[in-house]
């Protein structure tokens, strides 16, 4: 009881802290992006679900109604490929386009932008991110600034307490050194792309799309 007699409802108040909990994990690394990037846009997204729904959603985060995501758009200028084996035909020497890196999940049959996987301790957004790319892909890449922040809040559609926080982080990054080298434990495939394949995730869809309206 409070001060005033008033019911306390404990679920409630364990549902207001965690959501509080939530909110500044989100606020902390917005913060920390704008602090090494000029630009850092943020998109906010909200979302009521039905009760079965959000229960989904939920138990995705493992429990704890927060997950973070930073996936990289990793460009590679065409003008700096090495020289061409002698199994190569003469053509494509004049194919200089910039390529992109995108991978294929093991069990995925779409390609997406590499990256992702859980940060350590300590360790920044773009710290994670660029590791995860190394990882998996064997490519070593500069972070050069952040192509979009979206922060999606997940509500139930009831009188219920709490809300579910997901943050998917895009980075722009440029290739700076190293070959393909596949973790098969993560992946089945990746590879350089001048065009984007016909099987593409949508966030990495819409990456492509802004770099080749930019050319």
């Known amino acids: 009881m409070t001060g005033d007699d008033t019911p306390v409802d404990a679920e409630a108040g364990d549902a207001n802290l965690t959501e509080k909990i939530n909110q500044t994990n989100v606020d902390k690394r917005i913060a920390s992006l704008e602090a090494a990037y000029d ?29 973070g995501n ?7 200028d065409g003008s700096d490929f090495p020289e061409l084996s002698d199994q190569i035909p003469d053509q494509a020497a004049d194919d200089t386009r910039d390529r992109v890196l995108l991978v294929l999940g093991r069990g995925a049959d779409m390609w997406a932008l590499p990256g992702g996987g ?14 995860r790319v190394n990882e998996q892909t064997g ?6 600034g952040v ?5 999606s809040k997940y509500y139930p559609d009831t009188d219920a307490q709490g809300s579910v926080h997901t943050l998917d982080i895009y980075l ?29 995730t949508p ?10 309206d930019g050319e």
Not at 70 to 76: A, E, K, L
Not at 139 to 144: A, D, P
């Open 39 to 67: 630009e850092v846009p943020v998109t906010e997204e909200t979302f009521e679900l039905s009760p079965d729904e959000y229960a989904d959603v939920f138990a995705a985060t493992r429990g704890t109604g927060y997950s």
């Open 139 to 144: 490519i070593r890449c500069t972070v050069t």
């Open 147 to 151: 192509a979009e922040v979206v922060h």
């Open 70 to 76: 930073s996936v990289v758009f990793v460009t590679r």
């Open 203 to 212: 966030g990495a869809e819409e990456r492509f799309a802004a770099l080749l």
């Open 172 to 200: 722009e990054a440029a290739y700076k050194k190293g070959s393909l080298d596949v973790d098969e434990s993560e992946l089945v495939g990746a590879a350089w792309f001048a065009e984007p394949p016909e099987r593409l």
């Open 118 to 131: 859980k940060g350590d301790e300590y360790e920044s957004v773009q710290g994670t991110a660029v590791r």
